[in-house]
């Protein structure tokens, strides 16, 4: 069983920056892939970043250039720094870790993105 928490969400205006942190119970350096998602209200939940335990990252277009997922084995933490947020980048980001065949979730950190 992983147990996930996200922090670091918040208010901020457009053009502005935020840094996601997602504190993970287990050894990270362990785990198959990591990722972000986000769910917008009244939309379905969505990929933000992906990252494999080996190969390269994953960005959607979306937020490609923008958003950058990195990780610190020795704090067991994943963050994700965005940058030049838009409004549209407003939902709650959801932390996800998979260690095969399962995968966990967080509970989420509310993003809000508005002047």
């Known amino acids: ?5 996200e922090s670091g969400g918040g208010l901020v205006q457009p053009g502005g920056s ?3 942190s ?4 287990g050894s990270i350096s362990s785990f198959d ?3 972000w998602y986000r769910q917008a209200p009244g939309k379905s939940r969505e990929l933000v970043a992906h990252m494999p335990g080996a190969g390269r990252i994953h960005y959607p ?3 490609r ?7 610190d084995n020795a704090k067991n933490t994943v963050y994700l720094q965005m940058n030049s947020l838009k409004p549209e980048d407003t939902g709650v980001y959801y932390c996800w870790v998979v260690v095969a065949p399962y995968d966990y979730w967080g509970r989420g950190t509310q993003v809000t993105v508005s002047s």
Do not use: D, T, Y
Not at 22 to 25: D, F, H, I, T, W
């Open 18 to 20: 935020l840094r996601l």
């Open 22 to 25: 997602c504190a993970a119970s």
């Open 61 to 63: 277009e979306s937020v």
């Open 33 to 35: 892939a990591m990722g």
């Open 1 to 5: 069983q992983v147990q996930l928490v």
């Open 65 to 71: 250039g923008r958003f950058n997922i990195s990780r």
